[in-house]
């Protein structure tokens, strides 16, 4: 008997031991998977720090690619504005001083150059060039105006004496005895070999002087159509007959006024576009 309860005591102690060393073990295994669920922890919240720098960074690139975006998007304008001033500044030389024009213009290209982010800035500077234009260009039709009101006409044409003279004829022949007449090469920017100006008067590139008479005469007749046209601009450019028969062209409906008055260029005219053009030379919109 006593032998059987030292074996059983012998063994509940082995079994205690290894209940125990069991414990043991699997707080050794918790504790080990709470270090590993930790150090995974610290791991996640490390990526995740990660991912918002940079998901931050790429929406900062983002919104910085597309503020330079929309400053490209609008300097293009500028850039033609810029070079419809130069255009205007060469035609002004000899003419008009245009010092304060160019400071103001390089200015605003320097504005424009240093800006990234904004495209207003750009817009702006855009509307300042184009501001400049126009003041060039009414300093030039001010000084052209003082010029062809002059007796005799403008000074030293370089189409000479008689060239001005020829071409003086013509105007005059055509109708246009009370419109002032300068020599220029600024119409178009020297591409077209006449134009006329919104304040009265027709400017021509010394060469036409050279041209046969017929085709003279109707160059003269066609720029005095223009003129007639700026007496009634807003009528006609509201008239939807002027839009449904001339599309709206004031160089055709120029066209036929000059065949209206005799002097007929290349382009023809019929008989309902004839009477239509004829009510403009007396300051009329049908």
Not at 244 to 253: N, P, Q, R, T, V
Request: one cysteine or more; hydrophobic letters at 45%.
């Amino acid at each position: 008997m006593r032998r059987v309860l030292s074996v059983t005591v012998v063994t509940a102690i082995l079994l205690a031991s290894g209940v125990a060393a069991r414990a043991i073990g699997l707080d050794q295994d918790r504790a080990d998977a709470i270090a590993e669920l930790q150090a995974l922890s610290e791991s996640t919240r490390s990526a995740q720090m990660r991912t918002d720098h940079l998901d931050g960074a790429v929406a900062a690139a983002e919104e910085d690619t597309a503020a330079r975006a929309a400053v490209l998007e609008v300097r293009g304008a500028f850039v033609d504005e810029i070079a419809a001033l130069g255009a205007a500044i060469t035609g002004a030389e000899g003419k008009v001083d245009t010092a304060t024009h160019r400071a103001a213009a390089i200015d605003a290209q320097e504005v424009v150059l240093a800006e990234r982010d904004d495209p207003a800035t750009v817009v702006a500077a855009t509307a300042t060039v184009h501001s400049l234009i126009s003041r060039v260009g009414e300093d030039v039709s001010t000084w052209e105006t003082a010029q062809y009101a002059a007796p005799g006409g403008p000074a030293n044409p370089s189409s000479g004496p008689e060239g001005f003279a020829r071409v003086r004829a013509a105007l005059d022949r055509v109708g246009g005895a009370g419109v002032g007449l300068y020599e220029s090469a600024s119409c178009a920017g020297g591409t077209a070999p006449a134009c006329a100006n919104s304040n009265g008067f027709i400017k021509y590139r010394a060469d036409i002087a050279q041209w046969s008479t017929a085709r003279l005469n109707w160059a003269m007749a066609h720029e005095l159509g223009h003129i007639y046209q700026f007496r009634v601009w807003g009528a006609l450019t509201s008239s939807q007959s002027y839009h449904s028969m001339f599309g709206g062209d004031a160089e055709f409906l120029a066209n036929c006024m000059a065949v209206v008055r005799g002097y007929p260029g290349s382009v023809g005219c019929d008989a309902s576009q004839q009477a239509w053009a004829s009510a403009i030379w007396v300051g009329t919109v049908r």
